[in-house]
């Protein structure tokens, strides 16, 4: 079982018509999701890719019974294009653009949640369901099915545990990238639990980075609530305090509020398995299995 994504996914592209929406479009069709709908305003009754085009998200949920929406949209268009479709009520709503203001992802994070949507993102690289769908722009080419889920908040670190699981032998069940800037619609609190519910899931990775207190909520969930074996990787040991590294929501604080060791002194304390790199979390992975 997968969640979130699988092959009886009704997937809207919102932006299907720009270049970077059009492309994806491509992959993910290639990969076998089912792309029901694009969405770009004024340029509905159109096509993409024999992908039909509709001016708003509500009357593509009405043609296609469409229950989840990637949206290949600027930074600044964000707020108008998820609002839209988390007032549609649709499911799921996956965010890409990175560097969305924090002021709109504020209002989107709990208007989403008041709504019912499950909103990802803004800067995630998708969810996938290895050899079942994807809605996102990862290089699906070095998933492969399997029963390690992972969540992460950057897409390079992701794809290079990926990359070294597939050449050992190791697929995935589900990955979710949960973005990395500084207000995400959902953190890795709110995925454990349907890793934990997930027949298909028997390890659960965990790859997070310096900044924000995710980590730490996690953990404590971890040591309450999850029974299957965690390991994390926490990206970003040696950045200065108080300097912001790559991701908007990366910045240690002066106090050391955010750092890695923290993260990993809570985690630890919850039982996680914690990997010191990308080659180490898969050899943990190879004595869990």
């Known amino acids: ?18 270049r970077e929406g059009t492309f ?17 305003p004024g340029k509905g ?26 949206l290949f949209v600027p930074p600044k ?29 504020l209002k989107l994070h709990y208007l989403a949640k008041e709504k019912g ?24 080419r070095i998933f492969m099915p399997g029963n390690i889920g992972i969540m992460s908040r950057s897409a390079t670190n992701c794809y290079e545990t990926v990359f070294f699981m597939k050449q050992k032998g190791i697929g995935q069940s589900t990955c979710i ?20 519910n997930d027949p298909d899931t028997e390890v659960i990775v965990m790859i997070g980075e310096i900044g924000g207190s995710e980590e730490e909520l996690a953990a404590v969930y971890i040591k309450e609530h999850i029974t299957k074996p965690v390991v994390a990787l926490i990206a970003g040991k040696n ?3 108080d300097t912001s590294m790559g991701h908007a929501g990366a910045i240690v604080s002066p106090d050391g509020e955010g750092s890695a060791e923290k993260k990993e002194a ?10 010191e790199g990308t080659e180490d979390l898969v050899e943990i992975l190879l004595r869990l299995l």
């Open 117 to 140: 949507c499950r909103l990802i993102g803004p800067n995630s690289f998708g969810v996938i369901s290895p050899g079942k769908a994807k809605a996102g722009f990862m290089e699906h």
């Open 266 to 275: 809570e985690l630890r304390y919850a039982g996680v398995h914690i990997a």
């Open 239 to 241: 950045v200065p305090e």
């Open 45 to 70: 009754g159109g096509e993409v890719l024999g992908v039909p085009v509709f001016n708003t998200v509500m009357q593509a949920m009405q043609e296609t019974e469409a229950n989840a929406t990637v």
């Open 24 to 40: 994806h479009t491509e992959q993910m069709l290639e990969y076998g999701t089912k792309v029901v709908a694009g969405v770009t």
């Open 1 to 18: 079982m997968s969640f979130f994504i699988d092959e009886n996914t009704k997937l809207i592209v919102q932006g299907i018509t720009g």
């Open 177 to 196: 990238g949960v973005g990395g800037d500084m207000i995400p619609g959902s953190v890795f609190v709110d995925m454990l639990p349907f890793f934990e």
């Open 77 to 105: 268009f964000m707020y108008k294009a998820a609002y839209e479709a988390i007032m549609s009520e649709i499911p799921l709503a996956i965010t890409i653009a990175e560097g969305v203001p924090v002021h709109d992802m």
